[in-house]
């Protein structure tokens, strides 16, 4: 089994800045996406940002120019750099991994979910 563990959320004034880190652990072979969603509240979860395992990169319009999502593949860690943080950026934030097991297939595992909640 794998598990997603996320750190880095907390409560930042506007126009600071977090990182977000999300781990993951167990027999994972290769990881073929990861990705950063977010919900508010009482709103739907929406995606802010995925990597595949070439690189690519893609952001939601609402975040682009100032969220950077990275990984790390030697500790299976993705990252969220988010700057010029805004009030409407406050979620609860979730990683997503798309894993291939060793001797499975791929599945998707989520993150428990870290607060960001930004001040006016």
């Known amino acids: 089994q794998v598990q997603l563990v996320e750190s880095g959320g907390g409560l930042v004034q506007a126009g600071g800045s977090l990182r977000l880190s999300c781990s993951a652990s167990?027999?994972?072979?290769?990881?073929?996406?990861m990705g950063w969603y977010r919900q508010a509240s009482g709103k739907q979860r929406e995606l802010v940002a995925t990597?595949?395992?070439?690189?690519?990169?893609n952001y939601a319009d609402s975040v682009k120019g100032r969220f950077t999502i990275s990984r790390d593949d030697a500790k299976n860690t993705v990252y969220l750099q988010m700057n010029s943080l805004k009030p409407e950026d406050t979620a609860v934030y979730y990683c997503k991994f798309i894993v291939n097991l060793r001797n499975a297939g791929a599945y998707q595992y989520w993150g428990q979910g870290t607060q960001v909640t930004v001040s006016s």
């Open positions: 167990g027999n994972i072979f290769s990881i073929n996406v």
């Open positions: 990597i595949t395992g070439d690189d690519n990169t």
